[in-house]
Nanobody, 125 residues
Framework: QLQLVESGGGLVHPGGSLRLSCAASGFTLDSYAIGWFRQAPGKEREGVSCISSRGGYTNYADSVKGRFTISRRNIKNTVYLQMNSLKPEDTAIYYC??????????????????WGQGTQVTVSR
């Protein structure tokens, strides 16, 4: 079965950290750029970050720059999103998606080949 599986979400206090993982099964990620997206209640899904297929290029939404770091280990077929200094407005369901391209330009609008099921991140006191 070809799928992406996210993990690592949870409940954290403001200022805390979480690391999300996006693992592929049934296919290898090294031909795909990977994007992280999030959707908060009542809001549209938005792009958070992207990493190119070989990891040499990354892209971040302005709202998370300096706080989130995307990385990948192709040998483990996994992409990570390290989230630090979390804020209540980061609360959302986080999804990863695979885009069959080497680069991240236009990753928000590009057709996604695979989506994960999502993992909930809640930042609250």
């Amino acid at each position: 079965q070809l799928q992406l599986v996210e993990s690592g979400g949870g409940l954290v206090h403001p200022g805390g950290s979480l690391r999300l993982s996006c693992a592929a099964s049934g296919f290898t990620l090294d031909s795909y750029a990977i994007g992280w997206f999030r959707q908060a209640p009542g809001k549209e899904r938005e792009g958070v970050s992207c990493i190119s297929s070989r990891g040499g290029y990354t892209n971040y939404a302005d709202s998370v720059k300096g706080r989130f770091t995307i990385s990948r280990r192709n040998i483990k077929n996994t992409v990570y999103l390290q989230m630090n200094s979390l804020k209540p407005e980061d609360t959302a369901i986080y999804y990863c998606a695979a885009i069959r391209t080497n680069y991240c330009s236009g990753y928000v609008s590009e057709r996604k080949d695979y989506w994960g099921q999502g993992t909930q991140v809640t930042v609250s006191r």
